[in-house]
């Protein structure tokens, strides 16, 4: 401290000759807004003030100050009473850490002070974290601060009510609820109420306070939890026990089946079972029996546990365990359709695939399908695509009738919206089709199987958004470049453009399929795309199986217009060699502009034919 610094300290002891200072000082606003360092703390002089509680200096610092705004929010650096050093510490907050309080309304009523400037919170906040009940007092009963909007931030918004439930500050609790506040606030991040914090922390105290007091019990937050729920997620169970006092127990049993089903999620596997302990002993003493469903392939034929023996047959053991949750969710989530029942089976799902156990997954995951459409939900096949690509990969045979079943969910209503990946799914399978039609075991009468899927899939001349048909999309590289769904396991086993499928489907399929449609994008034929896959067999396939080499796009193109391959060029060439009689007549037609669509009816195959050969133009 400079000699300066000393002289002050000493003169503001001394209200007298501190103001005979004041009076023969020309730069007094540069003084009052120093701070001078004493010992570890840095203090303006009206925190000195204050610290020294010197009520009167306080107002004749104020009384000559040009900038008090400036001046009583100047933060210094103090040391807490009886406790550590503190930032950011203005002089109001000095005050009420001291208990002046008498000072602290004159720096508020005289200095302006801002009762939402603390070290880190608003005071009341703070006194409120520190357990302060006297400055809380202080600020309520003299009008400064408002219990129900001073919030900890903008982020939060956790008020005066949650701050104190929070940090479990019983008598504060007491005292706010006494005062008016607001006993059902919710915050606007997560939407817990203080009887909702208070469940969390499992502050039984307050929770009775609160619930005293008439606190809304069914509340909940925005992840549909009520206090209870929290209280049984955070392990609470005295909180519990309380709450079940207060509830019906039909609606308790079933927001802590959900809370226990729930713990699945993070493998909670001992807490889990710690309630759903719980929850038997409560049906039991209560004579409140479980609805079991019927035992199916997808849960491995497992049934809820209805007796704590048979609950404690399982009790190490976790699979059963997951199943149990999975079990127990379908029940409750079903009937609401609730999008969270999904997650847990897809993850379970996974993990049996990790372990190589294919068709207790397929099993899981065609019940899970089938949970998502009965509920209206959007979901695609994409995922028994993988597992069949997944044991393709590891040499694990796949059994025809079992392809089939689950193939056939492309026949299901969800799977007839007109979604390209759907369609794209379907393509998929079709080429699945072909590698299990090449392994060695399989029979005729499984043979026969999969040709009648896919003459089914093949009727039905689905189309894209684009009105591109199967063989467009078979012939595409893009259909490949498309699979973005675990493609690590899938494209080793599935490749587009597909030779092998493209001949299966035009030998034996061929009457369900125009191969001089065209796309309604681009106005494209399988055959320009092959040519700009630069596949040479297909390419030289499509034409032998009558694909025109001559048909325009939209941007009047023929397929050797979109050739970059010399192989593909010199084909092409080839066949012009050979001049088609139809395909030069129907060009002479269209450029000589004859009017043919009112010659034959509009849609017949003749003016299909001629529209090829040139309409665009």
């Known amino acids: 401290m400079t000699t300066a610094d000393e002289k002050l300290y000493t003169l503001i002891a001394q209200t007298t000759e501190f103001e005979n200072y004041l009076k023969t000082t020309s730069n007094i606003d540069e003084i009052l807004l120093q701070l001078h360092r004493h010992n570890d703390e840095s203090v303006s002089l009206l925190i000195l003030a204050v610290l020294q509680e010197k009520e009167d200096i306080v107002r004749l610092i104020l009384s000559y100050s040009n900038d008090k705004q ?63 009940l006297d400055t809380v007092r202080f600020l309520i009963e003299n009008h ?28 504060i609790v007491a005292y706010l609820l006494a005062q008016g506040s607001k ?27 609160l ?42 049993v079933q927001q802590l089946e959900f809370v ?17 302990y ?37 009790e190490h053991n976790h699979d059963r365990l997951y199943l149990e949750a999975l079990i127990i969710r379908e029940r409750l989530l079903v009937s609401e359709k609730n999008e969270s029942l999904f997650k847990p089976l897809l993850l379970h799902g996974d993990r049996l695939v990790e372990r190589g156990q294919y068709e207790l997954c397929l099993h899981l995951w065609e019940h899970t399908f089938y949970l998502y459409q009965n509920m209206d939900l959007e979901t695609g096949l994409h995922r028994f695509v993988w597992i069949f690509c997944k044991m393709l990969r590891n040499n694990i045979p796949i059994v025809p009738q079992r392809f089939v079943q689950i193939a056939r969910l492309t026949f299901e209503p969800s799977q007839q919206k007109p979604r390209n990946d759907y369609i794209k799914n379907s393509v998929c399978f079709l080429a699945l089709a072909m590698k299990i039609l090449e392994q060695t075991t399989i029979t005729q009468p499984e043979r026969q199987l999969i040709f009648q899927w896919i003459r089914d899939l093949c009727r039905q001349q689905r189309t894209t958004s684009h009105g591109q048909t199967f ?88 397929p ?47 003016n299909r034919f001629l529209f090829l050969h040139g309409s665009s133009t």
């Open 70 to 132: 400036q001046l009583v929010e100047l933060p210094g650096i103090v040391h807490r009473l009886n406790g550590p050093l503190v930032r950011n510490a203005t002089a109001l907050w000095c005050a009420c850490d001291r208990r002046y309080y008498s000072i602290a309304r004159i720096l508020i009523d005289i200095g302006g002070a801002k009762i939402e400037h603390g070290p880190r919170y608003p005071l009341i906040i703070d006194a409120i974290v520190l357990d302060r």
């Open 144 to 171: 400064y601060a408002n219990i129900n909007t001073t919030d900890m931030n903008e982020n939060y918004k956790l008020n005066s009510l949650i701050m104190a439930v929070i940090y479990g500050r019983t008598s």
């Open 183 to 209: 006993l059902n606030y919710t915050t606007p991040s997560t939407s817990n109420s203080p009887l909702g914090y208070a469940a969390i922390k499992g502050h039984l105290d307050i929770v009775r306070l």
């Open 211 to 252: 619930c005293s007091s008439g606190a809304c019990l069914s509340l909940t937050n925005k992840h549909g939890q009520t206090p209870l729920m929290l209280a049984a997620k955070h392990d609470r169970m005295s909180v519990v026990d309380y709450f079940l006092e207060r509830i019906s127990i039909e609606v308790a």
């Open 260 to 276: 226990a089903c729930s713990l699945v999620m993070t493998v909670q596997f001992q807490r889990m079972y710690k309630l759903f």
């Open 278 to 314: 719980k929850i038997l002993e409560i049906r039991l003493q209560n004579n409140l029996k479980k609805i079991i469903a019927q035992p199916i392939a997808a849960y491995a034929f497992q049934q809820e546990c209805q007796t704590i023996d048979e609950l404690i047959q399982i």
């Open 471 to 558: 063989l467009h999309l078979i012939v595409d590289r893009q259909t490949f470049n498309d699979i973005n769904y675990r493609s690590y396991d899938i494209k080793p086993i599935i490749i587009f453009p597909n030779l092998s499928l493209t001949r299966f489907l035009l030998r034996n399929y061929s009457n369900f399929f125009d191969i001089n449609a065209t796309d309604i994008r681009t106005g494209n034929t399988a055959l320009h795309i092959s040519c700009q896959s630069e596949s040479f067999s297909i390419t030289e396939y499509l034409i032998q199986s009558g694909a025109h080499i001559d048909v325009l796009n939209i941007q009047n193109q023929t």
């Open 560 to 606: 050797f217009d979109l050739t970059q391959t010399k192989s593909i060029r010199d084909l092409i060439r080839s066949k012009y060699a050979i001049p088609n009689l139809k395909c030069q007549c129907a060009r002479l037609i269209v450029r000589m502009k004859m009017p043919y669509e009112l010659i034959w009816p509009h849609g017949t195959e003749m």
